[in-house]
């Protein structure tokens, strides 16, 4: 299967500690997004990545959180001293970039993090 | 304000027959985007259908139908024969050319239950 990939599915941690979160993206898209969904909510947008480059951030991307995506392939997504609020489905996307606008993101099966 | 309103947080539907999800939009960009989502208690994101804001004509992806009225900023998803396995969450989601970089904007969401 060559589709979007995360690790972990499942992760449950205490307040204070530091979490790790890996997406594989399909391996010929250059655009990787990183999204929050909190229960019965929609997705929201968190950081963008277009090769190695981090172009856009959103607010809610508080100074705990941080995104790297080294070489242009796989990205992680870190969060520091989580907080309950943290708990969340956190999704991972990418896209080609291609001309026409048009271009769906593909999305990973996320990593549910409980935050006790 | 909302950029994606889902007036409808559940919806029924009747196997076979055809169903319509409700979307509005608010955006200032020319050029946008309006795409629907699937996603089922699984948790994963399914791309269904896509709308450029410069198509003329009505997107259409096998039981997908989508319901573009531009006046009205309104993309209604339409489908048609539903059958069991749609029972799911359904997304409209927006993306703007002009002012972003590629991230979705999502609605809340709308729960179709399809009864046999």
């Known amino acids: 299967d060559t589709g979007v990939s995360q690790d972990p599915r499942h992760k449950i941690t205490k307040r204070g500690q530091n979490v790790t979160f890996r997406c594989d993206p399909i391996s010929e898209h250059n655009r990787l997004y990183w999204y929050r969904q909190t229960l019965g909510q929609g997705p929201e947008f968190l950081t963008y990545?277009?090769?190695?480059?981090?172009?856009?951030k959103s607010r809610l991307l508080s100074d705990r959180f941080s995104a790297e995506r080294p070489k242009g392939s796989f990205s992680t997504l870190e969060i520091q001293r989580t907080e309950q609020g943290d708990s969340a489905m956190y999704l991972c996307a990418s896209s080609p970039h291609l001309a026409g606008g048009g271009n769906e993101q593909f999305f990973g099966p996320g990593t549910r993090l409980t935050v006790l | 304000a909302q950029k994606i309103t889902q007036t409808q947080p559940g919806m029924f539907v009747q196997e076979k027959e055809a169903v319509t999800l409700d979307c509005t939009y608010d955006?200032?960009?020319?050029?946008?985007?309006l795409f629907w989502y699937k996603q089922p208690s699984s948790g994963e994101m399914i791309f269904l259908i896509y709308q450029g804001s410069y198509d003329e004509q009505n997107a259409t992806e096998g039981r997908y139908s989508l319901n573009f009225q531009k006046a009205r900023k309104s993309a209604n998803l339409v489908i048609s024969a539903s059958q069991l396995g749609d029972s799911a969450m359904y997304f409209c989601a927006m993306r703007e050319y002009q002012r972003s970089q590629g991230n979705l904007i999502f609605g809340k969401g709308t729960k179709l239950s399809v009864k046999p």
């Open positions: 955006t200032s960009d020319q050029s946008y985007g």
């Open positions: 990545f277009q090769n190695e480059a981090q172009l856009e």
